[in-house]
């Protein structure tokens, strides 16, 4: 009798976890965006050219949805949607990295509050070299012997391709850097999470935009450089990173981004001057609500990027209500 009652407990905490579960994993879900019939209004978007290449699709779907909401976008880097925001001159502030403390402690004295971050997708820095480039992986500290001159994630002097296992013509040659100006988010997270915070080497080509720093590297041999996953095009090769020597080398795909497990994975990020207990303007509203949703999240996949999963979506939501 005592085994016939555990069991049929058992079956019912067994039955009731399941229930629970379902009913946590439903709540978690994207939503479906449901258009107003109406919405008029104006919208600054400005920052990280990363991110804008899924807010370019957003900004069209949007004004698809609303023929009368002015949408303006601009693209030149995350420090320009940072200093817009804590400038009052933007709505959104488009960014590939977090606001740094200063830019926070800024935003901070001048509203008494802190700036709003909203995490719209998920990215992986790819290092890229010329698709004939022999290299296919490196770690993280050949990764900082290659860029950098300090040397802080335990990387080493560096000259030629061949220190880092690369043989034939290329060995003898100077790997050839490619990377962002310092406007860029992009540039900001490879220096904090390859180099340690460290400092670039003095030669080093920079440039304002990704793709034209991509073009560069499919033109030459010894080019080495950084970025987001939608950068990464025919003419270049992205290469498998580990953490550390003995550790597993991982491609930056988009399950590896997701998972976490590529070493350069990081959000996608919208910064926004809300009101604590207040709302925002109903365009601004409609619009974040929509980037989203299943329907921004679907865009953000044909960018390139990862969707955020459905914890995450629910943690938004919670944000932007508060």
Not at 126 to 141: F, G, R, S, Y
Not at 157 to 174: F, P
Request: with cysteine; glycine share 8%; aromatic share 10%.
């Amino acid at each position: 009798m005592k085994n016939q009652l555990y069991s049929i407990n058992l079956c019912f905490r067994l039955v009731f976890f399941s229930y629970c579960l379902f009913s946590i994993n439903s709540a978690f879900s994207l939503d479906e965006y449901q258009p107003l019939q109406e919405l008029k209004g104006d919208l600054n978007l400005k920052g990280s050219d990363t991110v804008g290449k899924a807010a370019e699709l957003w900004v069209k779907s949007f004004q698809d949805l609303y023929p009368h909401i002015n949408i303006q976008l601009s693209q030149k880097g995350s420090g320009d949607g940072a200093k817009a925001i804590i400038d009052g001159v933007a709505d959104v502030g488009n960014m590939s990295r977090n606001m740094k403390r200063k830019e926070i402690k800024t935003f901070e004295k001048k509203y008494g509050y802190k700036p709003t971050a909203i995490r719209v997708g998920i990215d992986a820095v790819a290092v890229a070299v010329n698709k004939d480039n022999p290299i296919n992986q490196l770690t993280i500290a050949q990764i900082d012997s290659i860029f950098s001159s300090t040397h802080k994630c335990k990387g080493q002097s560096l000259s030629t391709w061949g220190e880092v296992g690369v043989s034939g013509e290329l060995a003898s040659q100077q790997p050839n850097l490619k990377i962002r100006n310092p406007n860029s988010g992009t540039r900001a997270f490879f220096t904090k999470k390859a180099l340690c915070k460290g400092t670039f080497k003095t030669k080093a080509d920079e440039y304002v935009d990704t793709f034209e720093l991509m073009q560069k590297i499919s033109q030459d041999i010894s080019a080495v450089g950084f970025g987001g996953l939608s950068t990464i095009h025919y003419g270049v090769k992205p290469i498998a990173i580990a953490k550390e020597e003995g550790k597993t080398f991982f491609l930056p795909t988009k399950d590896n981004a997701a998972s976490g497990k590529y070493p350069l994975s990081r959000y996608l990020f919208m910064y926004v001057n809300k009101v604590p207990g207040q709302n925002t303007s109903p365009a601004l509203a409609e619009f974040l609500k929509f980037v989203t949703s299943k329907q921004g999240q679907d865009l953000v996949e044909q960018a390139g990027y990862v969707s955020i999963n459905d914890k995450i979506a629910l943690a938004n939501q919670k944000t932007i209500n508060k």
